[in-house]
């Protein structure tokens, strides 16, 4: 093999395909093909828009190709390993990973999972041991995912190993180039750090991440809270406070004062067994960008504003965005009543922490618009898209506006053996129409010039159920969201009348109360078009996608201008689940485009 350490750029660049391919064989798995092909796209203006530009030409392959790029590794621990006829970058992958160092009993499960896999799929099963981080994942962590992904439905298990093949390129890029993503490596060292502070500790078994839950105001909140300020007052923010709802603040001043501030950041609670990058990532990319100025003593015309914010899940109390509704005038003075599962007022919450939960402070916390740019905010896609077209950056379009309802349906409960099908007034029955119409409806504005619709069912319960008795009541949820608020109503137009209709063919009464409706936001166009400078100086593709979910940026739209930046997350994007995750590069990358987005203002 051609080693050539750190390679540049400039080399491959100036390199005829010949060579070309020979400056990147190793980087996919006896596929010299993909170098071949991806040479035609010369010149690659950075390490970023290389790595891109040889996925996609994975991805635009036929599914024989692929197929025959998975079945060029070798399995885990398997035969190959043990003959010695690995090429030199998966002997010290799996090396790294511990893999040649297993115990008998590790060795024999591994071993039976290949031959399991093997049986379902018929290609290897494929893992970037090496990890979120690069140094490694832990035998137990493999063998956790390994028996995770055997579950898999085929087509969606091919295009997992595909992405785990682009992220074993990514390391092998990145050891070839000699890149190094310091900051990227920081951030996901304070998400660790920061998930130590969870409610209970529970049990990991050979789960892949252990749990973490923080609510608001726990023992747990508070220390984080008090962990985010440290680091805070580390990387050299002028003024750390922890303000009257809990929010943590920190600002770093511009070399003009009275010059308007760039408001940032996200939240740090967190759904029960959540993940350790939902909201924290908007936390952590913009402290480091601070840290990075700070210590080469450099100050911006305008000041950066991170909050921290300190309640945004509805985890505790029946209210969600308690944090950012404060900063916008927002914070309802009935949420002080509120009262958690163990009886605890949110104001005995407030107090206990050391919180002075007066109205009077809490109003105090509204931001003058007057006073800021706009509000930007980092955030894991918590979805699929990003992953499955293999961008790790995406800007985001707006913010969906939602509607939320409970409902029951009530018909008559009866012997399921003696009446006959159509003199039934079935509730149950009632209710799934209405889930499948749902769908049905969403599915409708597919195309919309807007960005999709979604509709959810989320819960459908029999009280008191029994399999041999016709359901009488059914209670149940429906969630409908869009991206403005006019596709929204219509959606819950069509979808009201629909209940009516259901309702009286089946001789059952359905009722639908409302319970939230959230506006949409959409982004601002110019701080929109400053992510999209940011995205394309990296050298990857502007690509836009809107948020189905709630964001504090939809919040601070009440006041502010906002634009948010998405980035991917591994395990086809699952979020609120301790599964999130992010690499070290994408991190980077997220780092990389908020200096730039800065720089740029």
């Not at 502070?197 to 049990?203: D, L, M, P, R, Y």
């Not at 918590?382 to 939602?402: C, E, M, T, W, Y």
């Not at 209709?501 to 936001?521: D, F, H, K, P, S």
Request: hydrophobic residues 40%; glycine residues 8%; contains cysteine.
């Amino acid at each position: 093999m051609l080693v050539i350490p750190n390679l540049t750029l400039a080399q491959l660049n100036d390199a005829d395909q010949a060579r070309f391919t020979a400056l990147l064989d190793g980087i996919y798995e006896h596929s010299p093909w993909i170098a071949q092909a991806t040479w035609a796209q010369r010149p690659f203006q950075s390490l970023a828009h290389l790595k891109h530009a040889l996925a996609q030409t994975v991805r635009e392959a036929s599914v024989e190709q692929q197929l025959d790029l998975i079945r060029a590794h070798p399995e885990l621990a398997g035969k190959a390993a043990i003959a010695g006829q690995l090429t030199a970058e998966s002997k010290s992958e799996q090396s790294q990973a511990g893999l040649t160092h297993c115990s008998p009993d590790e060795f024999a499960r591994l071993q039976q999972l290949n031959a399991d896999y093997k049986a379902r799929f018929g290609w290897p099963f494929i893992l970037a041991v090496r990890g979120p981080r690069g140094t490694g994942l832990s035998r137990t962590q493999i063998i956790a995912t390994f028996a995770r992904r055997l579950q898999a439905q085929p087509d969606a298990e091919r295009a997992e190993c595909l992405r785990h093949i682009h992220r074993i390129a990514e390391i092998r890029l990145n050891d070839k180039f000699g890149a190094l993503p310091a900051e990227g490596n920081q951030i996901l060292d304070w998400a660790d750090a920061l998930a130590a502070h969870t409610e209970g500790q529970g049990s990991n078994g050979l789960d892949e991440r252990p749990p973490l839950t923080l609510t608001y105001l726990t023992p747990a909140h508070q220390s984080a809270a008090t962990q985010l300020q440290i680091w805070m007052r580390a990387c050299g923010f002028d003024e750390v406070k922890l303000d009257a709802v809990g929010n943590v603040v920190g600002v770093y001043h511009g070399s003009e004062p009275t010059a308007a501030r760039l408001l940032t950041g996200s939240h740090y609670d967190t759904v029960r067994n959540g993940g350790r990058y939902d909201g924290r990532l908007g936390i952590l990319v913009p402290m480091m960008c601070v840290q990075t100025l700070f210590r080469s003593g450099r100050r911006l015309r305008h000041g950066i504003e991170v909050v921290a914010f300190a309640e945004e899940e509805g985890q505790r109390f029946p209210a969600t965005f308690l944090g950012s509704s404060a900063l916008v005038g927002d914070f309802q003075p009935e949420w002080l009543d509120l009262v958690d599962a163990d009886g605890i007022t949110l104001r005995k919450a407030m107090t206990d922490a050391g919180l002075s939960a007066q109205l009077k402070d809490i109003a105090a916390l509204k931001r003058d618009p007057a006073r800021y740019l706009g509000f930007v905010e980092v955030h894991i896609e918590q979805g699929p898209v990003l992953n499955a077209r293999d961008l790790p950056l995406g800007i985001v379009s707006g913010i969906n506006g939602s509607a939320r309802f409970t409902g029951e349906a009530t018909g008559v409960a009866c012997h399921a053996g003696t009446t006959p099908m159509p003199m039934r007034q079935d509730a149950a029955l009632a209710v799934a129409e209405i889930a499948l119409y749902t769908e049905r409806r969403a599915l409708q504005d597919q195309d919309s010039p807007h960005g999709p619709s979604v509709g959810t069912v989320g819960v459908m319960q029999v009280p008191q159920g029994s399999v041999n008795v016709v359901p009488g009541r059914c209670q149940f949820t429906l969630d409908l969201r869009a991206p403005t608020n006019r596709q929204r109503d219509e959606l819950v137009e069509d979808v009201d009348a629909f209940v009516y209709t259901v309702a009286r063919r089946r001789g059952v009464e359905i009722e639908l109360i409302q319970n939230l409706q959230a506006a949409a936001a959409p982004s601002d166009p110019a701080w929109r078009a400053r992510w999209e400078t940011a995205v394309a100086s990296l050298g990857l593709p502007v690509f836009h996608l809107p948020s189905g979910a709630g964001h504090d940026a939809m919040k601070l739209h009440h006041i502010l201008p906002q634009a948010m930046l998405f980035v991917r997350g591994g395990h086809d994007g699952i979020s609120h689940n301790p599964l999130e995750t992010i690499t070290n590069d994408d991190a980077q990358l997220c780092v990389d485009a908020f200096m730039h987005l800065l720089d740029a203002i």
